[in-house]
């Protein structure tokens, strides 16, 4: 088998090596504290985005942290029988919620689906300071240098458990999924973690995972670059790079892996430059809730034939 990374024995092992903050526990609990006070004040705007028999579409904005105006993509049965799941999905790093189309068959299963524009990137969220769209270039990196409770990966996170707290919300809905690949995959494990009610987790190749092994892989490049470029100008002789990346551990989602009640599916990809394996097993690995593996040995981060199918199996048992 081609090695990209650790031999895939030591992978089924490997618990991650990003250093874990004493208080992580309390700070999310501060951070939940936060959105407890927060109001989501939602708002349904019916749009005809398809045109599609038996489906209502929706833009939803609701309200989160920092005063941020977030937006999704809300679809739900036109005349559902009877209450069923809400799905809230997360794109990949830069990119939006995707086209309506491609959730109708979850809808078709008497589900509503949500999905999330992740604030700042490829949609129509706000990002702090009320600007509307794209600021997108070092959202992992971007709070490093005020506060941990400045870090723009703890609002979004905050972000999709508001989601998941307005959907809940709905009268058509009577539990809670998640599902999404690289960011997505991360964001999934994150709102699964900070959200009990989800009940099943789907997460595809999660980015946002172990962040010293992926600086050390040499793989601070492509979405991660940010790591290797913060480093180059705010660090060049590693001074603070115990405190840098002990910090990036409140937003490293393989941290937040355990504390998943949920039934978790997740997809691993043994040639991945973008999110190394090791970064991927270390959320599997941490995982103490029901779980189960797909293991893709030749490909990286890329559509996983079968997979998609496997998935919507998995969301839509009874």
Known sequence: ?????????????????????????????????????????????????????????????????????????????????????????????????????????????????????????????????????????GHIIRGLDESPDKLLFRQIFLDTVQLARVVSGFSEVNELFCMGGSQGGGLSIACAALEPRIRRCVSIFPFLSDYRRVWEMDLAKDAYLELRDYLRWFDPLHEREEEIFRTLGYIDVHHLAPRIQARVLMALTLMDTICPPSSQFAVFNNLSTEKESVIYPDFGHESLPGFPDRAFRFLTAE
């Open 1 to 137: 088998m081609p090695a990209l990374d650790k031999p895939l024995s030591e992978l089924r092992t490997y618990l991650g090596i990003n250093p874990k903050p004493a208080d992580f526990d309390e700070y999310w609990a501060r951070a939940l504290a936060e959105l407890d006070s927060i109001a989501p004040d939602p708002e349904l705007i019916p749009c005809d985005a398809l045109g599609a028999r038996g489906v209502e579409t929706f833009d939803l904005y609701f309200q989160s942290v920092g005063g941020a105006r977030i937006y999704a993509k809300y679809l739900r049965p036109r005349q559902p029988a009877k209450p069923g799941p809400g799905l809230l999905l997360f794109h990949g790093y830069s990119g939006q919620s995707g086209d309506w189309q491609d959730k109708l068959s979850f809808v078709g299963q008497g589900m509503a689906v949500a999905a999330l524009d992740c604030r700042g990137q490829g949609g129509r969220s706000q990002d702090p300071g009320g600007v509307r769209g794209n600021t997108f270039r």
